[in-house]
């Protein structure tokens, strides 16, 4: 099976292709630029590289949210167009998840996440086996970090935002917290397609992005039809 993977739904702009579970190539970049602009021509050079043609790709995985809105809508137009387009089946990914396979190794729990501003996240707790033990959800870092206290055991954080975020963690849970190394923080998209590989695909229309809260506008809007 041939795998085209995208991850636009952060800063990092991650593609690659997998043959037959072979990564065939990679391409990473962790810059602030318009993804829009560059996923398009990232996507061409990878498969000149790598010398796969459109017709020869299997499936198409996608990293569907959460994360930034604009990125996980650039992800997913662009792979369910290429998939429809082929004729072939796409793949959703969470985010989230993608984060959490680059502790996979770790004996213990995985805490993937993304800073959501005013003090909240987009996280979730992983095993090592990539089991959901605590449902991925948006909310105050604070409270998320108090209820990992009462597991007791020990914890690997995963973020491209782990900055902001490290004298809380360290705050709350001490030694408990695991703070990987800085190459750990970046979703591989090679882990992205094998994901893909496991998962059955969904029909077309019913791949949709996984904000885990509605955009601040759509909020708004509704806050203002609540009040006619």
Known sequence: MNV????TSNDVLGLSIVKNGIVAG??????KKNHSIRLMPAIDQLMRDTQTKPEE???????????SYTGVRIGLTTAKTMAWSLGIPVVGISSL??????????????CPFFDAR??????????????????????????????LKDLNAPILFLSQDTALHKDMIEEYLGDQAVIADAGYHYPSPSY??????????APLHELVPNYLRIPEAEAKWLAQQEKR
């Not at 992205?192 to 695909?201: H, I, N």
């Open 192 to 201: 992205l397609a094998l994901a893909a590989m496991e998962k059955e695909p």
């Open 57 to 67: 790709l299997d499936r198409i995985a996608v990293a569907h949210g959460p994360g």
């Open 97 to 110: 998840k993608a984060l959490a396979s680059q502790g996979r190794l770790y004996e213990g729990y995985i």
């Open 4 to 7: 085209l993977a995208m991850d």
């Open 26 to 31: 990679e391409l990473m970049t962790n810059v």
């Open 118 to 147: 005013r003090g909240l996240v987009y996280t979730g707790l992983y095993d090592t086996k990539l089991n959901l033990i605590k449902e991925e959800a948006n909310l105050l870092m604070s409270d998320w970090l108090a209820s």
